[in-house]
């Protein structure tokens, strides 16, 4: 018999691995908004249109993180 942890069900451990698969994801999306930020800068860009352009394309995946923090806390 294996023991089972009170307060764990299936849908917690599935939301769980759910939340880390959301929160890799978000990860990539910013490195890869680094990537493109660094291309814009090396095509002559000034650093500070780069960073504003940086910070108008983060705030949508910081909104998606938020979301999936308030889904997990559900």
Known sequence: MSAKK????V???AMSTTG???AFLLI????????NAEN???QGDS???VLMWMINQC??????????REK???
Do not use: C, H, N
């Not at 009170?6 to 069900?9: D, E, R, V």
């Open 59 to 68: 705030i949508p995946v910081l909104k998606q993180g938020d979301s999936l």
């Open 6 to 9: 009170p307060g764990t069900s």
């Open 47 to 49: 650093p500070i249109e």
């Open 72 to 74: 997990q806390k559900k």
């Open 11 to 13: 849908s917690q451990k």
């Open 20 to 22: 880390y698969a959301y």
């Open 40 to 42: 814009r800068f090396q």
């Open 28 to 35: 990539v999306q910013i490195v890869l908004i680094g990537i």
